[in-house]
C-alpha cells in the first residue's frame, strides 16, 4: 500500500490453483486484474496483478514456463 504498485509479478508462485478470493488477497483492494500461470504441483507458478486503474495490459500470451504481457500506462500511453 505504501508503495502504490500499478503492477506486481510474481515467479515461483508454488500455487497450482488460483481462485479471485486469493488473488484479491495476494494483490490486496488495487491489484483487482490478475493472469496466471498456474504451478505444476508444486513447481512453478507465475502471475502478473495489476491495478486497473493505472495500468491496461492489452495483450499478453501464457506459455508453458512464462506469461507474456504488453502493458500501457494509463497517465502517460507509454507502453512496455
Given at each position: 500500500?505504501?508503495?502504490?504498485l500499478?503492477?506486481?509479478c510474481?515467479?515461483?508462485?508454488k500455487i497450482?490453483?488460483?481462485t479471485?478470493?486469493?488473488?484479491?488477497?495476494?494483490?490486496?483492494?488495487?491489484?483487482?486484474d490478475c493472469?496466471?500461470?498456474?504451478?505444476?504441483?508444486?513447481?512453478?507458478?507465475?502471475?502478473?496483478?495489476?491495478d486497473?486503474?493505472?495500468?491496461?495490459?492489452?495483450s499478453h500470451?501464457?506459455?508453458?514456463f512464462?506469461?507474456?504481457?504488453?502493458?500501457?500506462?494509463?497517465?502517460?500511453?507509454?507502453?512496455?
Amino acid at each position: 500500500v505504501s508503495h502504490r504498485l500499478g503492477i506486481l509479478c510474481l515467479q515461483e508462485t508454488k500455487i497450482s490453483t488460483w481462485t479471485a478470493h486469493l488473488a484479491r488477497e495476494v494483490g490486496g483492494a488495487r491489484l483487482r486484474d490478475c493472469v496466471v500461470l498456474p504451478a505444476f504441483d508444486t513447481r512453478g507458478g507465475v502471475a502478473i496483478l495489476w491495478d486497473p486503474d493505472v495500468v491496461e495490459i492489452t495483450s499478453h500470451a501464457i506459455g508453458q514456463f512464462a506469461i507474456t504481457a504488453q502493458a500501457r500506462l494509463k497517465a502517460s500511453g507509454k507502453t512496455f
